[in-house]
């Protein structure tokens, strides 16, 4: 069984920065994904890394701005959050892939419990 716990996320005004954590127990040398959901709209993948860290992959509006990685000896995976925008404003997600890498959420086995991540203008 795994657990995974996201770090608290927080209020950020437009052009900050902010570094989630997800903290994870049990089986966790698996690829790990970052999603996110804004209200009133679907869950969408945000980036993914192996479960090597050797390769990561983002979805276009956070590319160049977003950073995952992962520290293995602390089985943690990070997302630092760069130049954000008020569109960047959700509940994001950590997941485990037993699948590897993957943009599909239905690729993710466990999931964490969410953390808001407001950015205002």
């Known amino acids: 069984q795994v657990h995974l716990v996201e770090s608290v996320g927080g209020l950020v005004q437009a052009g900050g920065s902010v570094q989630l954590s997800c903290a994870a127990s049990g089986r966790t040398t698996y690829a790990m994904g970052w999603f996110r959901q804004a209200a009133g709209k679907e869950r969408e993948f945000v980036a993914t890394i192996s479960n090597n860290g050797g390769y990561t992959f983002y979805t276009d509006s956070v590319k160049g701005r977003f950073t995952i990685s992962r520290d293995n000896a602390k089985n943690t995976v990070y997302l630092q959050m760069n130049s954000l925008k008020p569109e960047d404003t959700a509940v994001y997600y950590c997941?485990?892939?037993?699948?590897?890498?993957?943009?599909?959420?239905?690729?993710?086995?466990?999931w964490g419990q969410g953390t808001q991540v407001t950015v205002s203008s």
């Open positions: 997941a485990l892939s037993l699948l590897g890498t993957s943009t599909n959420s239905n690729n993710y086995s466990y």
